[in-house]
Nanobody, 115 residues
Framework: QLQFVESGGGLVQPGGSLKLSCTPS????????MAWYRQVPGKQRESVAT???????IYKDSVKGRFIISRDNAENTLYLQMNNLSREDSDTYYC?????????WGQGTQVTVSS
């Protein structure tokens, strides 16, 4: 079963940056599209950035121009570079396949944007 370990979150001031990392349990980047999700309170997780196998990316409108999703195949790591963060970006972020191919989610990594 696919498993994911996210890291890199933390407390940052508005306008700051963070880089999230995600390591899946297997080498799956050539098999599945990948995405970063955020947990919206009271709602299902929503994707904020998707990286397709062919390298194409798509972003939620609210993060376009600020977030960058990427992967390092050699390191088997998915990244989310988050720039110019605002309080509205505060949330727990998760990575998974796109669309999610299992109900197993990692612990996520908490991003808190506050002055």
């Amino acid at each position: 079963q696919l498993q994911f370990v996210e890291s890199g979150g933390g407390l940052v001031q508005p306008g700051g940056s963070l880089k999230l990392s995600c390591t899946p349990s297997g080498r799956i980047f050539g098999l599945y599209h990948m995405a970063w999700y955020r947990q919206v309170p009271g709602k299902q997780r929503e994707s904020v950035a998707t990286l397709f196998i062919n390298g194409r990316t798509i972003y939620k409108d609210s993060v376009k121009g600020r977030f960058i999703i990427s992967r390092d195949n050699a390191e088997n790591t998915l990244y989310l570079q988050m720039n110019n963060l605002s309080r509205e970006d505060s949330d727990t972020y998760y990575c998974h396949t796109a669309p999610p191919r299992s109900d197993s989610w990692g612990q996520g990594t908490q991003v808190t944007v506050s002055s």
